[in-house]
Every structure is written in C-alpha cells, then in structure tokens.
T-cell receptor, first 114, second 113 residues
Framework: NAGVTQTPKFQVLKTGQSMTLQCAQD?????MSWYRQDPGMGLRLIHY???????DQGEVPNGYNVSRSTTEDFPLRLLSAAPSQTSVYFC?????????????FGQGTRLTVV | GESVGLHLPTLSVQEGDNSIINCAYS??????FIWYKQESGKGPQFIID?????DKRQGQRVTVLLNKTVKHLSLQIAATQPGDSAVYFC????????????FGGGTRLMVKP
C-alpha cells in the first residue's frame, strides 16, 4: 500500500514557467488537499477536494489551480511560477470529508522558483 | 538539508525525561485537534487526535490534553527517546468540510542522549 505519492520530489523552475505537481493516493479516500510549508511556519491550505469533480479554495489559493477528475489523483498546477511560490508542497488525503479523521500526508515536493 | 523548521521554538530534553509541547489554537469553534510529527525531509505523520468533547486522550507514550477555556492544547511524551526528535505541529479543524486543518507554527524537539 503506497499511501499518498507525490512527484517530483524536487523541482527548480524559472519565473513564469508552468508545471504540475502530481499527487496520487491508493486508499480510496474521498478528501484530498494541498498545503504549502514555508520555513519556520506550519502548513497552509492551498486547495482541497471533497470528492471527484469537486474542488474548493483554501487559505492561500492564488497562483494555483487544481482539478479532481478521479478519486485517486489531485494535481496542483502553477500557471506562471513566481519566487514567492518557493516552498515545500504537501498533498494529504483522508477517508471522509464529513467526519473528522486522520489525514495522511505525502513526502512533499520541494519547489524552488528562480 | 531540510530547511523547514528554521526559527522554530525549540525544546531540548534529556533522553528518558518526559516532554511537554504546547500549542495555542485560534478558533473557539474548532472541534477536532491533531498532533503531527514531522521528521526532516518527510511529510507530517499523525500522532494522536482529540475531539472537543474530551479533555484528555492517551496513546502509546503520548497524551494530549485539551483546555477549551483557554484554547490550549498540549502533547506529553513519556520517556522521550532520540527517535522522538522532530518538529511537532498541532492542527485544528476549521471547516464544515471536515478536514480543513489549520496548523500551528510548530515546535522542534531535540532529545539529548
């Protein structure tokens, strides 16, 4: 059981480039979310999804797009990367969006925008 | 090396001692709280959770205490081991969508052998 898998683990982008951070889970979880973690800070919610076809904005959504075409995958897209988006990105999933349950996190993607 | 956790409050304890990590949460309407452990280069790992209708919950070597009056959460680790060295985050549930979590800033625990 792989859990939550994020790719790539590391990425360097030039300002203005676009890219997609991949996240996949094999636990049949309904709820998936993306967080960013900056030095000395806790995780901040970017976008989340309560099920396939449904997405919504979190605390810091600007500059990011998401889609949820399947239960398993929840990609995060940066349309035009900016240095302020340099961060470590974590994807998380949990069984249900309506009952408080443990969230499982991926290993993270370290993104640097130069 | 891992840059997450720079400038975090640090708790340094001797191996075998008990550790207490504190967290103040912000939303009096929060009804679910989780403690996560994050080791260098890894994602957060669930330790223990507690719902707002409880004030104490125990796990293996860990205890979480919740004081809703002052909006305070603590994590107690008994007989701290070198493997407990990590950054610890508390998180509170903030949304009606179930698992929208707001994370605290984190505390770095360093265990001295």
């Amino acid at each position: 059981n792989a859990g939550v898998t994020q790719t790539p683990k590391f990425q360097v982008l030039k300002t203005g480039q676009s890219m997609t951070l991949q996240c996949a889970q094999d636990m049949n979880h309904e709820y998936m979310s993306w967080y960013r973690q900056d030095p000395g800070m806790g995780l901040r919610l970017i976008h989340y999804s309560v099920g396939a076809g449904i997405t919504d904005q979190g605390e810091v959504p600007n500059g990011y797009n998401v889609s949820r075409s399947t239960t398993e995958d929840f990609p995060l897209r940066l349309l035009s990367a900016a240095p302020s988006q340099t961060s470590v990105y974590f994807c998380a999933s949990s069984y249900s969006p309506t009952v408080n349950t443990e969230a499982f996190f991926g290993q993270g993607t370290r993104l640097t925008v130069v | 090396g891992e840059s997450v956790g720079l400038h975090l409050p640090t708790l340094s304890v001797q191996e075998g001692d008990n550790s207490i990590i504190n967290c103040a949460y912000s939303n009096s309407a929060s009804d679910y709280f989780i403690w996560y452990k994050q080791e260098s280069g890894k994602g957060p790992q669930f330790i223990i959770d507690i719902r707002s209708n409880m004030d104490k919950r125990q796990g293996q070597r860990v205890t979480v205490l919740l004081n809703k009056t002052v909006k305070h959460l603590s994590l107690q680790i008994a007989a701290t081991q070198p493997g407990d060295s990590a950054v610890y985050f508390c998180a509170e549930n903030i949304g009606n969508a179930g698992n929208m979590l707001t994370f605290g800033g984190g505390t770095r625990l360093m265990v001295k052998p």
